[in-house]
């Protein structure tokens, strides 16, 4: 067993409690590969933010969990040489069973995801304390979920939406003992968030998605104050990534993502953890089709793949400092 403590990480208790205290919000950003894993740690080093590096399970099978670990250990020591020690928590995303998260917990994971939303209540509940039990034993955090996001991203797929019950959410979280709390008020996983018959147009023509329920939001807060709220499908879907992949060859469709300003009042409120994925894909698709199609004869991976990072990057500042608020609080 390898312990995260050992690879220099953290676990989500001190952000979390930071992040409310301070009204913002923490980037969950997931990650395949080396590329995507390195625009990570140069953003919120230059941000100064904290951050949590997110693993889907199938981003876990694709890189091998062995490798994740090392990579792990290797993010901690790359941010270092950057020039600044940002607490750094590595994190499994929706994690579908307690062997899963086990696994997670034992190769050096800092915190876990237990994903039992689609479960009858009270299987939720038993799978949750499950991991629980098992994962405080190692200082492990652990989110649990109530509520269900529609959409598809990776293996997570649900076709309709449906939000949380404020009414369930204390005890949910006194029997499980869970950290943090990821709920349904009206984000979706994927790039097809919305159809353009659920939006309006404004000023401008541009279709804007129904606001989020912010009002099952205050009535969590009030049942659960001080406690760890988790917002999953959580990408804006950036129209300008949207419109280069579909001009170099793509076919996104109707993909309408949450507006950031959004996510920005989320920020401020008792969700200190925000998760951003698909926002990731199109800055890193949007680029490299774009270089291929203007470049046809190019092979060399890294003359697409270094420009694709550098935009991350540059996407994933622009999240730290203009959407979560979470840029200059790493040393807090």
Not at 262 to 271: E, G, H, P
């Amino acid at each position: 067993m390898t312990s995260y403590k050992e690879l220099g990480l953290v676990n989500t208790r001190d952000m979390f409690a930071k992040a409310i205290k301070g009204g913002y919000a923490i980037g969950a950003y997931n990650f395949n590969n080396m590329e995507q894993m390195q625009a990570i740690v140069q953003a919120c080093v230059e941000t100064k933010s904290p951050v949590i590096m997110q693993v889907s399970r199938g981003a876990r099978d694709y890189a091998n969990i062995n490798l994740l670990r090392n990579m792990a250990r290797g993010v901690v020591e790359y941010a270092h040489e950057l020039g600044c020690d940002i607490p750094i928590a590595l994190h499994l995303d929706h994690g579908d069973s307690f062997e899963t998260c086990k696994a997670c917990i034992d190769n050096g994971f800092s915190s876990v995801m237990i994903d039992g939303s689609s479960l009858p209540y009270e299987e939720n509940i038993a799978v949750t304390k499950k991991v629980v039990d098992y994962a405080h034993q190692f200082d492990v955090t652990v989110e649990g979920e109530l509520g269900v996001l529609a959409g598809i991203e990776d293996e997570v797929s649900a076709a309709a939406s449906h939000y949380t019950q404020p009414a369930e959410v204390i005890d949910f979280v006194s029997r499980t003992g869970v950290d943090s709390l990821a709920i349904s008020v009206g984000t979706s996983h994927g790039a097809f968030k919305f159809t353009p018959e659920q939006c309006t147009r404004n000023a401008e023509g541009i279709l804007v998605p129904p606001e989020l329920r912010f009002d099952i939001l205050a009535e969590i807060e009030k049942k659960l104050p001080g406690f760890p709220i988790v917002l999953h499908g959580s990408s804006s879907v950036p129209q300008q990534y949207v419109k280069i992949i579909n001009q170099y060859g793509g076919k996104l469709v109707d993909s309408i993502g949450i507006p950031e300003e959004q996510l920005a009042k989320a920020a401020k409120s008792a969700v200190c953890k925000i998760n951003i994925d698909s926002d990731g894909r199109l800055a890193m698709t949007a680029t490299i089709r774009k270089i291929l199609a203007e470049k046809p004869a190019e092979f060399d991976p890294r003359k697409y793949l270094g420009p694709a990072r550098e935009e991350l990057k540059k996407m994933y500042m622009h999240k730290n400092i203009d959407v979560l608020g979470c840029a200059g609080h790493a040393l807090d």
